[in-house]
């Protein structure tokens, strides 16, 4: 069993920057950023495996980054240049296999709601 909790979230000008934690009871392979808006389905944003590889879905290539602190067992993400899309609650997912963006994952956070006003 793997708990999850992030935190992070907040209301922010487009524009801006947020930088959202998820802090982990133990590291697995691949840990990742999920988003859900309202009325729509879960999609992956960004995955990382424990040796540092890293996957980013197209909308927000260039604009997050993803890492993270093995030895604080901390997951980040890194939100830059934010659009009123990236609105959505942020999960982040744990698992023992490489699932890239899927959401295949079997350990989920809470989430954390990031808004974004034009």
């Known amino acids: 069993e793997v708990q999850l909790v992030e935190s992070g979230g907040d209301s922010v000008q487009a524009g801006g920057s947020l930088r959202l934690s998820c802090a982990a009871s133990r590291i697995t392979w691949t840990m990742g950023w999920f988003r859900q808006a309202p009325g729509k389905e879960r999609e992956g944003v960004a995955v990382?495996?424990?040796?540092?590889?890293?996957t980013y879905a197209d909308s927000v290539k260039g604009r997050f980054t993803i890492s993270h602190d093995v030895a604080k067992k901390t997951l980040y993400l890194q939100m830059d240049s934010l659009k009123p899309e990236d609105s959505a609650m942020y999960y982040c997912?744990?698992?023992?296999?490489?699932?890239?963006?899927?959401?295949?994952?079997?350990?989920w956070g809470q989430g954390t709601q990031v808004t974004v006003s034009s």
């Open positions: 990382i495996r424990t040796n540092g590889v890293t």
């Open positions: 997912a744990a698992d023992w296999l490489w699932l890239g963006l899927t959401d295949d994952y079997q350990f």
